[in-house]
């Protein structure tokens, strides 16, 4: 069910020289497409830090950004149509993150993990997930999960376009509205920050399959039908092999 699985979006993205900028993806722009490809759309003044942060995410799920290449602040920004300042704002929270590592008077490099990382992030996910989800699947009433469905069929849509950088947000999103069910809002926060740092891409990892997201957005779907029908044989089968695949 997770991006955790070292696996890559259909379309990788690693030129053997570092590109200076990036496109703004299209879940950031909120544009459809058919076919054509588009001319850059400069971002809106408000909020521009948190559009460049949504969109260097993205970016980074996505490829766009591969690991170990530098990227320069005046660069990215004269890409996005914005100063230096928001990009280099938005780079110093994904260092925070782990997803970059600053390199001085050059910019930012892209963070090269490797599987023993993946793993240990799958293994403290598990720690402190799966006895949450097993505790809920006996409290929370059916209607409760219920109204998760509209989450997890957004993981299925996400997966069956092959956009792992939208999938990665609903899959996120899936996961912090089951937490959230324990009303413990520090779980919810550190979960969903280990969730993030096993999204990150892996170096020389091989390009995923559209196939391969839908098969981890479909368990999302099977748990929950599991959870509604109180089946907790069939939930902490399916919540173990979640967990223990994420390190595959």
């Known amino acids: 069910m997770e991006q955790g699985r070292a696996r890559e979006n259909a379309r990788p993205y690693a030129p053997a020289d570092p590109p200076q ?41 996505g490829g766009e950004l591969a690991p170990g290449h530098v990227y320069s602040a005046p660069a990215l920004g004269a890409r996005f149509g914005v100063s230096a300042t928001p990009v280099r704002e938005a780079m ?4 925070v993150e782990g997803a970059v590592e600053v390199v001085p008077n050059r910019g930012f490099r892209v963070s090269e993990r490797g599987p023993r990382e993946l793993a240990e992030l799958a293994e ?21 999960w219920c109204a998760l469905r509209p989450l997890a069929d957004a993981t299925v849509a996400a997966a069956a376009v092959g956009d792992r950088a939208a999938y990665a947000e609903t899959d996120r999103a899936f996961h912090g509205a089951v937490l959230a069910l324990s009303g413990n809002q520090q779980l919810v926060s550190v979960a969903d920050d280990l969730h993030r740092r096993s999204q990150w891409p892996l170096v020389n990892s091989p390009a995923g399959r ?15 039908d599991a959870l509604i029908a109180r089946d907790l044989t069939v939930v902490q089968s399916l919540v173990r092999e979640h967990f223990n695949g994420a390190d595959a």
């Not at 497409?33 to 260097?56: K, W, Y």
Request: proline share 6%; charged share 25%.
């Open 124 to 144: 403290v996910r598990a720690l402190i997930e799966v006895p949450v989800m097993l505790r809920l699947a006996r409290t929370v009433p059916a209607a409760g």
């Open 92 to 95: 110093q929270q994904l260092a």
């Open 21 to 61: 900028d990036v496109r703004v993806p299209e879940q950031a722009r909120g544009e459809h497409t058919h076919c054509e490809t588009p001319a850059p759309r400069v971002v809106q003044r408000h909020s521009v830090r948190g559009q460049i942060l949504d969109a260097l995410r993205a970016a980074l799920v």
């Open 210 to 224: 559209r196939a391969d997201l839908l098969a981890d957005a479909s368990e999302h779907t099977a748990l929950l």
